[in-house]
Every structure is written in structure tokens, then in C-alpha cells.
């Protein structure tokens, strides 16, 4: 377990609805990742967040919206959902904001998203 | 821009078998490497890591070098076990926070 946790587990929804994932990073970690694995594109980095600023983008969609809390959870908005968009998608979570070497992002279990 | 290519599977091997998963990857600069390990419905780990050139990652019996002259970080592990199965990820970090993963290698042990 590495103490971050993510939900909802599993997410089945239609094309063109809106969804929202959740991450709870671990205690006292001040930077969240947020990544997509799918299994053509394999698994891409979206964006980051360091104690509630965004820090980073990656791949990710404009359709798709994040952002950290005061208490530093995490979510992943998804809207006007497509069928390419079904994924895995996971959290990981490091105690600052540093090149990955000196800083070990801990990943969280994920959330299936299925797009019907 | 920099990417990370690893030897696409599945990979069946018999138990105590010799454990060789190929990976090279492109960059500027010098970047971090790693393996991660992503077991039947879990996150991803961090099994191993290098930061520089010729440095040795070990973990759980698994090792890999890096090698900048091949620009490989291949996985190895003399002898598997059932509990190996699991999806391997080579990856790398360079001058940010993200990381940028391979593919992954899915990995099965037969007892």
C-alpha cells in the first residue's frame, strides 16, 4: 500500500458526460501527478500540482481540468467524455516539488474509466 | 523530445529462469532512469533507479546499469519466481519533475 488512495475505483459512463476522479496523496506529500495509461498511447503524465498551484502540464486534453485543495487532495475533471478517453488513470503523489530522481513519486491504486 | 523504448511483451518464462528485459531510451542531457513494477491491479512501484552514467540499480534480486555509451538500462534478475508476473515500466526523469515511461513489459512466470 502506498498510501494514496484514489476514487472511485472503477467509473462506467456515456460519451459526452462529465466525470470527476479524486486523489488523497500521502500524509505530508505536497505534489501530485496525475497520469493516463491507456493501451495504445501507454501511460502519459497530464499535469502536476505542488501544495495547489499547478506546476506542470503534460499531454493533457483542454477538455480535462485538475486541481489540489487546501487539505491536498487532488481530482481530475473529464468532460464532453469520447470513447478514446477510456483509461486508467492514476495519481501519484512525492513530498516536494524536484526532479523525479531525488523525489520517489508514490502511485496510487488507479480508477478505471470506461467510456460507453 | 525524449522517449524510452522497452522490448515489448508478454515475456513467458519458466520459474528460475534468467530475467533479461531490454530498454534504451533518447535524451539531451543526463537523465535519471528507472524501473517501475506494476503488480495485477495495483499502482506502479519503483523498483529500481540510476542517476548517472555507469551506475548500478538493485532491488529484490533485479539489477540494471546505466549505460550511456548504448543508452540502454536493461532489467535483469538471475533467477524468477512466480511473484515476478507483474508489468515492468522503464522510465525517465530529465530536467523536471515528470517522468516518461516506456510502453511496459508484461511479465509471466509459469511454476
Known amino acids: 500500500d502506498s498510501g494514496v488512495t484514489q476514487t472511485p475505483k472503477h467509473l462506467i459512463t456515456a460519451t459526452g458526460q462529465r466525470v470527476t476522479l479524486r486523489c488523497s496523496p500521502r500524509s505530508g506529500d505536497l505534489s501530485v501527478y496525475w497520469y493516463q495509461q491507456s493501451l495504445d498511447q501507454g501511460l502519459q503524465f497530464l499535469i502536476q500540482y505542488y501544495n495547489g498551484e499547478e506546476r506542470a502540464k503534460g499531454n493533457i486534453l483542454e477538455r480535462f481540468s485538475a486541481q489540489q485543495f487546501p487539505d491536498l487532495h487532488s481530482e481530475l475533471n473529464l468532460s464532453s467524455l469520447e470513447l478514446g478517453d477510456s483509461a486508467l488513470y492514476f495519481c501519484?503523489?512525492?513530498?516536494?516539488?524536484?526532479?523525479?530522481?531525488?523525489?520517489?513519486?508514490?502511485f496510487g491504486p488507479g480508477t478505471r474509466l470506461t467510456v460507453l | 523530445g525524449d522517449s524510452v523504448t522497452q522490448m515489448e511483451g508478454p515475456v513467458t518464462l519458466s520459474e528460475e529462469a534468467f530475467l533479461t528485459i531490454n530498454c534504451t531510451y533518447t535524451a539531451t542531457g543526463y537523465p535519471s532512469l528507472f524501473w517501475y513494477v506494476q503488480y495485477p491491479g495495483e499502482g506502479l512501484q519503483l523498483l529500481l533507479k540510476?542517476?548517472?552514467?555507469?551506475d548500478k540499480g538493485s532491488n529484490k534480486g533485479f539489477e540494471a546499469t546505466y549505460r550511456k555509451e548504448t543508452t540502454s538500462f536493461h532489467l535483469e534478475k538471475g533467477s524468477v519466481q512466480v511473484s515476478d508476473s507483474a508489468v515492468y515500466f522503464c522510465a525517465l526523469s530529465n530536467r523536471d519533475d515528470k517522468i516518461i515511461f516506456g510502453k511496459g513489459t508484461r511479465l509471466h512466470i509459469l511454476p
Open positions: 501519484a503523489s512525492s513530498v516536494e516539488a524536484r526532479q523525479a530522481s531525488y523525489n520517489e513519486q508514490f
Open positions: 540510476a542517476t548517472k552514467a555507469d
